[in-house]
């Protein structure tokens, strides 16, 4: 018989061995986890997926996924879709907006590097009341391509790139022969009549008088033939630009002016544009402190203003640059858009308004020339004729703008500066009759 006391020992010691290598296998499985582990990183088996590099979407969502959770996931993903599309519409309009800020911003950081580029390099200031700013700007790239016909005429006519220009109809013809002959008296080469009809061009033909009729053009022969002066002297803003444009400086004359010296003699061509005045003494020429009283305001009642009077339209130098440019066409395009207003007083807002809210003013440079020089009806007669000492002077041109007679005017002052006829000018009031339409 088996001794029954060896039983539990021998059931003790067969518990340690089953034990030990259960211990023994877990550590062989985690010392081989770990050799294979190092040895291939990644995986030791690979496999093909149907959806390997496929963008994860609804569809693979539906086929993994149970119909209830690809529903609630899909709700989901269409509330995310809607929100960032909201968000994506206020960065469109704010990227909208930031571009349109950029774009005004390079347009005047490339407007002011057009600045620099034209006027030359940047300079130091020198010291105190030394530096004078620049008032001439360059001149424009000749383009004969405009008019062919003209620039062939310019080349011939014009004296250094400058000529005097008049635009005449028939019904100025007595004042423009007067104004030719003048001219040619004085021996100035360089002028030209733009005819706006045919018998002008027969005219000026027929004196030796250098000509050129435009090619037709309805919107400019309707007003040509027909207008009366301040019409005919309206449409000059029109057709100069073509001059400018072939690079020619042009001294704009009306007809009712009388030379007596060469005025290209006395310009300064330090400006776009250089005027005779309307004005008779210096505070009118040239400008002045004019103080406006209003007694309601108490302490602050008097408000000082500056003042100049118009600059003439009817006779004006303008150099071929960028503002000159400009401004004939801004003076043009408000004349056709209201042809009763006056192309003077038009000219002058032009030159002389502010940049302000609303509005960007013409930047360019002007000169007032001297009102003895370039003399005005105004000035010789309420004032130089009755000067002995001022009738002593010889101005370059007469304008006879301030009176409505003007060829026998024209004539007394060719009489009196010409032909030394001492009372030519004492038959004529100092004003004129007001005569109403």
Same mark, same amino acid.
């Given at each position: 018989?088996?001794?029954?006391?060896?039983?539990?020992?021998?059931?003790?010691?067969?518990?340690?061995?089953?034990?030990?290598?259960?211990?023994?296998?877990?550590?062989?499985?985690?010392?081989?986890?770990?050799?294979?582990?190092?040895?291939?990183?990644?995986?030791?088996?690979?496999?093909?997926?149907?959806?390997?590099?496929?963008?994860?979407?609804?569809?693979?969502?539906?086929?993994?996924?149970?119909?209830?959770?690809?529903?609630?996931?899909?709700?989901?993903?269409?509330?995310?879709?809607?929100?960032?599309?909201?968000?994506?519409?206020?960065?469109?309009?704010?990227? %909208?907006?930031?571009?349109?800020?950029?774009?005004?911003?390079?347009?005047?950081?490339?407007?002011?590097?057009?600045?620099?580029?034209?006027?030359?390099?940047?300079?130091?200031?020198?010291?105190?009341?030394?530096?004078?700013?620049?008032?001439?700007?360059?001149?424009?790239?000749?383009?004969?391509?405009?008019?062919?016909?003209?620039?062939?005429?310019?080349?011939?006519?014009?004296?250094?790139?400058?000529?005097?220009?008049?635009?005449?109809?028939?019904?100025?013809?007595?004042?423009?022969?007067?104004?030719?002959?003048?001219?040619?008296?004085?021996?100035?080469?360089?002028?030209?009549?733009?005819?706006?009809?045919?018998?002008?061009?027969?005219?000026?033909?027929?004196?030796?008088?250098?000509?050129?009729?435009?090619?037709?053009?309805?919107?400019?022969?309707?007003?040509?033939?027909?207008?009366?002066?301040?019409?005919?002297?309206?449409?000059?803003?029109?057709?100069?630009?073509?001059?400018?444009?072939?690079?020619?400086?042009?001294?704009?004359?009306?007809?009712?002016?009388?030379?007596?010296?060469?005025?290209?003699?006395?310009?300064?061509?330090?400006?776009?544009?250089?005027?005779?005045?309307?004005?008779?003494?210096?505070?009118?020429?040239?400008?002045?402190?004019?103080?406006?009283?209003?007694?309601?305001?108490?302490?602050?009642?008097?408000?000082?203003?500056?003042?100049?009077?118009?600059?003439?339209?009817?006779?004006?130098?303008?150099?071929?640059?960028?503002?000159?440019?400009?401004?004939?066409?801004?003076?043009?395009?408000?004349?056709?858009?209201?042809?009763?207003?006056?192309?003077?007083?038009?000219?002058?807002?032009?030159?002389?308004?502010?940049?302000?809210?609303?509005?960007?003013?013409?930047?360019?440079?002007?000169?007032?020339?001297?009102?003895?020089?370039?003399?005005?009806?105004?000035?010789?007669?309420?004032?130089?004729?009755?000067?002995?000492?001022?009738?002593?002077?010889?101005?370059?041109?007469?304008?006879?703008?301030?009176?409505?007679?003007?060829?026998?005017?024209?004539?007394?002052?060719?009489?009196?500066?010409?032909?030394? %006829?001492?009372?030519?000018?004492?038959?004529?009031?100092?004003?004129?009759?007001?005569?109403?339409?």
């Amino acid at each position: 018989m088996a001794d029954h006391r060896d039983g539990p020992l021998m059931r003790d010691k067969s518990k340690e061995n089953v034990q030990c290598q259960i211990t023994l296998a877990i550590v062989i499985g985690i010392v081989l986890g770990s050799v294979f582990a190092f040895l291939y990183p990644y995986e030791l088996f690979t496999y093909y997926s149907p959806f390997q590099n496929q963008p994860f979407g609804i569809t693979n969502l539906k086929a993994g996924s149970s119909p209830c959770e690809s529903s609630e996931r899909i709700d989901m993903l269409k509330l995310e879709i809607a929100s960032l599309s909201e968000k994506n519409a206020e960065l469109n309009i704010k990227l %909208k907006f930031l571009r349109k800020q950029l774009r005004l911003a390079e347009q005047g950081r490339d407007y002011a590097q057009k600045q620099v580029m034209a006027l030359g390099e940047n300079h130091k200031a020198g010291p105190f009341n030394t530096v004078k700013g620049l008032r001439t700007n360059p001149t424009v790239f000749p383009d004969e391509s405009v008019n062919p016909r003209l620039a062939k005429i310019l080349e011939e006519v014009a004296v250094h790139k400058e000529i005097i220009v008049a635009i005449a109809n028939s019904k100025v013809q007595s004042m423009l022969e007067v104004w030719f002959t003048s001219i040619k008296k004085v021996g100035i080469p360089n002028h030209l009549v733009v005819a706006l009809d045919d018998h002008i061009e027969s005219i000026c033909k027929s004196n030796g008088v250098p000509v050129y009729k435009r090619d037709p053009d309805e919107g400019i022969d309707s007003i040509g033939k027909t207008g009366d002066n301040h019409a005919v002297s309206g449409l000059k803003f029109r057709i100069l630009r073509e001059f400018l444009q072939l690079g020619y400086s042009v001294l704009v004359s009306d007809v009712d002016i009388v030379y007596l010296q060469n005025p290209f003699d006395y310009l300064y061509r330090d400006s776009d544009v250089e005027s005779m005045s309307d004005g008779y003494n210096n505070k009118t020429a040239y400008g002045f402190d004019d103080v406006f009283d209003e007694p309601a305001m108490g302490w602050a009642r008097y408000a000082h203003t500056t003042r100049i009077w118009a600059y003439n339209s009817g006779f004006f130098y303008i150099r071929p640059t960028l503002p000159s440019i400009e401004l004939l066409d801004r003076v043009a395009s408000r004349l056709s858009k209201d042809p009763d207003s006056w192309d003077q007083a038009v000219f002058n807002e032009e030159l002389f308004y502010p940049s302000h809210s609303g509005y960007d003013g013409l930047h360019a440079s002007k000169r007032t020339l001297d009102f003895y020089v370039f003399m005005n009806s105004k000035v010789l007669f309420k004032m130089v004729r009755k000067d002995a000492r001022l009738k002593k002077l010889k101005p370059v041109i007469v304008h006879v703008n301030y009176h409505p007679d003007k060829l026998p005017r024209m004539n007394a002052i060719v009489d009196f500066y010409v032909n030394g %006829k001492q009372d030519a000018l004492e038959p004529f009031p100092v004003g004129s009759v007001w005569q109403k339409k």
